[in-house]
T-cell receptor, first 111, second 115 residues
């Protein structure tokens, strides 16, 4: 099955700085890579996703890059704000629809 | 669009009793629904995948007789935790997918506490 590894497990950044989270996956058949933000006790919220036919995608302060050859993808958050503090999960799936999640990154934005 | 409703949001039950959790897709037909369990400060672990009208497919290590899943319609899936024990206390979340191209929509989660 798919194995998704995520680093770092915790990330503390100064407000206004950038945050980068990296994930690797094992299954070359994976073709969908979403990123979720989860606040304590709440459901995961999709913040951005990318499919295997695209190398990069950007939505305002959030961007995701995908390197299919190396089987890794990254989340970039620019101009971080205190409300960006949360746990972020990467995930991967193939045509069987099953999402495999990374272990999560706790992001803290210091004011 | 793409709203998934999950109930109850919190439940406390006595050890040995059963608890049913409902997951409904409100504005779309979900061909596939997924059930996850999340322990504190951990990731989401897939428990099972259910398709409407067929038996659920359970992940390795998940007891199918303990976690009963029913996907009777394209808008409703239920998870019943049978003979619950304190170690079953966790956050259970469902998600629904129309097709892979539409992504996944998560329910709001159910905090189960077994005392």
């Amino acid at each position: 099955g798919e194995n998704v590894e995520q680093h770092p497990s915790t990330l503390s950044v100064q407000e206004g700085d950038s945050a980068v989270i990296k994930c690797t996956y094992s299954d070359s058949a994976s073709n969908y890579f979403p990123w979720y933000k989860q606040e304590l006790g709440k459901r995961p919220q999709l913040i951005i996703d990318i499919r295997s036919n695209v190398g990069e995608k950007k939505d305002q302060r959030i961007a995701v890059t995908l390197n299919k050859t190396a089987k890794h993808f990254s989340l970039h958050i620019t101009e971080t704000q205190p409300e960006d503090s949360a746990v972020y999960f990467c995930a991967a799936s193939s045509d069987d629809y099953k999402l495999s999640f990374g272990a999560g990154t706790t992001v803290t934005v210091r004011a | 669009g793409a709203v998934v409703s999950q109930h109850p949001s919190r439940v406390i039950c006595k050890s040995g009793t059963s608890v049913k959790i409902e997951c409904r897709s409100l504005d779309f037909q979900a061909t596939t629904m997924f059930w996850y369990r999340q322990f504190p400060k951990q990731s989401l672990m897939l428990m099972a995948t259910s398709n409407e009208g067929s038996k659920a497919t359970y992940e390795q290590g998940v007891e199918k007789d303990k976690f009963l899943i029913n996907h009777a319609s394209l808008t409703l899936s239920t998870l019943t935790v049978t003979s619950a024990h304190p170690e079953d206390s966790s956050f259970y979340i469902c998600s629904a997918s129309r097709t892979a191209n539409y992504g996944y929509t998560f329910g709001s989660g159910t905090r189960l506490t077994v005392v």
